[in-house]
């Protein structure tokens, strides 16, 4: 008999954090931004890239650290969704960018609005997407044309600084901050402070992977599917403060946020918000793509240990315990007329997923100005947002905005169907979605005629082109990930996803597929039998 060996015990891979020593890059993503920052690849594009033209560019920087600058490379037109896979990435990549302009809290003056309204007619083709992270986007941007577009900006006080890349993107903030009624408080400075102290710099512009935050005085931001949240909550011995949530993220593996427990003071937020992101840079996965995001790392960790290692390595102290903050049975999505808290009033209205122009946004801002009012907000869902409105410019408002195609009073399918980007510039897709989605809206809108008034829930509709979820179609009442159906460009469906009262991910129900063009009358049979069934005050996703 051969002797008996004990085998020697397998010592766990390293998963790239550098804070237990893996210091050396394990995939490619590591190696370039060891090799370079990619804020650093500005300086190329002011004086190289943009004077020599696209094929001068470095493919690292193209397709790497572009990013850290907002712009990725569109799909090259006339690829279709599923070629993906067998091309190689230059054959993939257009000589166009999409630039995306980040609105941390969604916050908009004239002025800026005018601006990104110029810049689209003038360098984008008068293209525009209003994102569900509350970021514009512009497509066909020549790298030529970069620095002109960043000086047009930056002299509003707007930036494309790490709106895309391993890095802090974008902070999601309430449209409606410092104007609800309902708000716990208003956490405009800290958005701002979180800004200024840490978005652009070197401290944390080498991130595992993307990261988003947002911060609101109420529940009114998905914070649940955010990397880190603050959302106001009243403590009852001390007063106005945030609460804060940890590791959410959709895309494959989708988790929502957790609670740590603790009550955070507005003024302590940004210190708060770096000690997370500095245990995501220092602790985050770094080995595996797909393991990258924190919520892995919550996941493994449990919030009791988060929270442990936050206040012992990161702030020196203890957080103050607090409660939960209050749930809302309907999602917030502040379209339509409210009134503010100081007697005026604010106006919600609905593109079409989103989707806008720059003449429409130049008409906006005309008709904003027009009305008495300075202000407007993007918000996560794709929509925008009037400020400031006297109770008698009401009216007048809608009608102008409605024959620019911004509806303030919109069927139930416009109001709350999201689409990505999809196979028109995303390389990544599988299928078309924008217009797709636009499409199905009209077609529910009229087929669905006779029971408009029965509909008196929300019924999310949510449209991806890939399997990652820039369109949250985990948490619709439908959500749709796109793929080939019957080998043409179809969906998997989920059903009854939600967030807020009804948060959980919506039930993906096996061989519950359909192609494109079945999608219009699979959603009317699906609303049909809802209004059919259901029971008194019954809600989509229950
Ligand atoms: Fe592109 Fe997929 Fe995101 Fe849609 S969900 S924008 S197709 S990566």
Redo the contacts with the bound molecule.
């Keep these: 008999m051969p002797p008996t060996q004990t085998p020697t015990p397998k010592r766990p891979r390293g998963q790239g954090q550098w804070a237990l020593g893996h210091l050396e890059p394990l995939n490619p993503n590591e190696r370039f931004k060891k090799d370079d920052d990619g804020l650093n690849v500005r300086k190329r594009i002011e004086n190289i890239y943009s004077k020599r033209g696209f094929d001068s560019i470095d493919p690292q920087d193209l397709r790497g650290r572009f990013r850290w600058w907002g712009l990725y490379t569109q799909r090259k037109p006339g690829i279709p969704g599923g070629k993906t896979a067998v091309l190689e990435p230059h054959e993939l990549d257009d000589e166009y960018f999409m630039l995306r302009v980040r609105i941390d809290g969604g916050a908009l003056s004239i002025e800026q609005l005018r601006t990104i309204a110029e810049i689209s007619t003038t360098y984008a083709r008068d293209t525009a997407d209003v994102t569900d992270r509350q970021n514009i986007q512009l497509h066909w941007i020549r790298v030529e044309d970069v620095p002109v577009i960043w000086e047009k900006l930056e002299a509003v006080g707007l930036s494309t600084t790490e709106a895309c890349g391993d890095t802090p993107r974008v902070i999601l903030g309430s449209p409606v901050a410092g104007i609800a009624a309902d708000e716990v408080l208003d956490p405009t400075w800290a958005i701002d402070e979180i800004q200024r102290r840490y978005i652009g710099s070197p401290e944390f512009s080498n991130l595992p992977r993307k990261f988003k935050s947002a911060v609101s005085g109420l529940p009114d931001i998905v914070h649940e599917a955010n990397d880190i949240a603050f959302v106001g909550v009243n403590h009852p011995e001390h007063g106005p403060g945030l609460d804060l949530w940890v590791g959410g993220g959709l895309s494959t593996n989708p988790k929502l946020a957790v609670r740590l427990g603790a009550w955070v003071p507005l003024e302590e937020a940004p210190e708060v918000w770096a000690g997370v992101t500095g245990i995501f840079r220092d602790y985050g996965y770094r080995r595996l793509r797909h393991r990258a995001r924190l919520k892995f790392l919550v996941d493994d960790w449990g919030p009791e240990k988060f929270r442990e290692v936050l206040e012992s390595e990161y702030l020196g102290r203890r957080l103050i315990d607090g409660p939960p903050p209050p749930q809302h049975v309907e999602p917030y999505d502040h379209v339509g007329v409210h009134q503010q808290k100081d007697g005026r009033y604010y106006v919600g209205v609905a593109p079409v997923v989103g989707r806008v122009s720059g003449s429409m946004l130049s008409k906006l801002a005309d008709a904003v100005a027009a009305h008495g009012s300075g202000r407007i907000r993007t918000t996560p869902h794709q929509k925008l947002v009037i400020l400031d409105v006297a109770g008698d410019e009401v009216e007048s408002l809608i009608t102008e905005l409605n024959a620019i195609g911004l509806a303030a009073r919109p069927g139930t399918f416009r109001r709350y169907t999201m689409a990505?980007?999809?196979l028109e510039y995303?390389k990544?897709?599988i299928v078309e979605?924008k217009g797709l989605a636009a499409d199905t809206v009209a077609t529910l809108e009229s087929r669905l005629a006779d029971v408009a008034d029965q509909i008196d829930v929300p019924i999310t509709l949510h449209v991806?082109?890939?399997p990652?979820?820039?369109?949250r179609i985990q948490v619709a009442d439908i959500g749709l990930k796109?793929q080939i159906v019957k080998g043409e460009e179809g969906f998997q469906v989920h059903l009854g996803g939600g967030l807020g009262l009804d948060a959980g991910f919506g039930r993906k129900l096996r061989g519950h597929k359909v192609t494109a063009a079945e999608l219009p009358g699979y959603v009317e049979r699906v609303v049909r039998r809802f209004l059919d069934e259901r029971a008194d005050g019954e809600r989509f996703a229950q």
Excluded: D, V
């Design positions: 990505c980007t999809g995303c990544l897709a979605t991806n082109g890939c990652n979820s820039c369109a796109g």
